[in-house]
């Protein structure tokens, strides 16, 4: 690979974005009233522990934002898993290409999921309803530096193709 500086950059953004990812899904920490905190998956009080969220306390658009900041997590995963494939499979500009699109929709899910997941709750918010944000940020980083390594091969190959060097 002619630009492994880039490529590594992409990396650290990927991987802490989806820490970022991983806590804000799984901890229960995304809203706090009185001694109840809860996340996407489990409500937490300090006399009696942890329990799975009941969808019968969560709006329709709590559940839609669940539902988006879900399939962002899976695209994160698939995103992963495209610069896998790009890196160590086939060096294809179609590879980057698709890794943009899945990244571009991870972070809109993302931020839109966690923008319903505010509008209708009416509490106090906690870290990882920010890391969240947080996390979808970083993915625009990647984003960009996959589209930053995309052209970069692009331009290269075209030169290639022109001069007629291998």
Known sequence: MDFPITF??????????????????????????????????????????????????????????????????????????????????????HLLTAACIVAFISLSTLFIGAVLWMSSSNTTFTWCYYLCYASAFVLSSSCGTILYIRRYKRFKDSNLDVTGEN
């Open 8 to 93: 590594w950059i992409m990396v650290v953004f990927l991987s802490i974005g989806f820490i970022c990812n991983v806590v804000s899904f799984a901890a229960p920490f995304w809203n706090k009233v009185d001694s109840f905190h809860w996340g996407l998956w489990q409500m937490c009080s300090e006399t009696n522990g942890c329990e799975a969220v009941s969808t019968e306390i969560l709006t329709d658009v709590m559940l839609v934002g669940r539902v988006l900041i879900s399939i962002g997590f899976v695209l994160h995963i698939i995103l992963i898993l495209l610069l896998v494939l790009y890196k160590f499979w086939r060096d294809s500009i």
